[in-house]
């Protein structure tokens, strides 16, 4: 891990990090998800971080990149505002892993950098959401201390 190198995202990395939010859908979704809708889902909050730039206090955009300067993953974490504390929070919003790059360690990498960042900015927690069939994600973040907290049930209503 070497030749990898975390930077905040700058506004040319915009469109290789909007591309790879595409991998995001690498398993398999509820049947009302489509693979598609998990894969954009995220995209819009990503165009507006890169149009709108926010403080540093505010969100963090990490890409992770090869000696090369080739994108290999990136982590989106925002600061959040605790439901039941009222107290500041950080949210892990993505974090993708590309397929060629994987099993390198690179995902418990940008994972603490998520960590680092929220600490940075004084949450003190640090929450995300995964789908209970992304075993590879949910594997990271259990081996990572990250605990299941809410679980959320949904119904299609037809």
């Given at each position: ?77 925002i600061a959040k505002t605790d439901f039941f504390t009222g107290e500041r929070t950080a949210h892990l919003e993505v974090l993708v892993v590309d397929a060629g790059a994987r099993g390198r360690g690179l995902g418990r990498l940008l994972l603490a950098r998520s960590e680092e960042w ?41």
């Amino acid at each position: 891990m070497s030749d990898i190198r975390l930077r905040p995202a700058a506004p040319a990395d915009r469109i290789s990090v909007l591309n790879m939010t595409d991998q995001l859908a690498s398993f398999e979704p509820p049947a009302w998800r489509s693979r598609e809708m998990i894969a954009h889902g995220d995209k819009p909050g990503i165009r507006a971080h890169f149009e709108q730039r926010p403080g540093r206090s505010e969100a963090d955009l990490t890409v992770a990149t090869a000696g090369n300067g080739a994108l290999l993953g990136f982590v989106w974490t925002i600061a959040k505002t605790d439901f039941f504390t009222g107290e500041r929070t950080a949210h892990l919003e993505v974090l993708v892993v590309d397929a060629g790059a994987r099993g390198r360690g690179l995902g418990r990498l940008l994972l603490a950098r998520s960590e680092e960042w929220a600490r940075e900015i004084g949450a003190g927690l640090l929450t995300l959401n995964s789908f209970p069939s992304n075993g590879a994600a949910r594997g990271l973040y259990e081996a990572n201390g990250f605990e299941v907290e809410l679980l959320r049930y949904a119904k299609p209503l037809d």
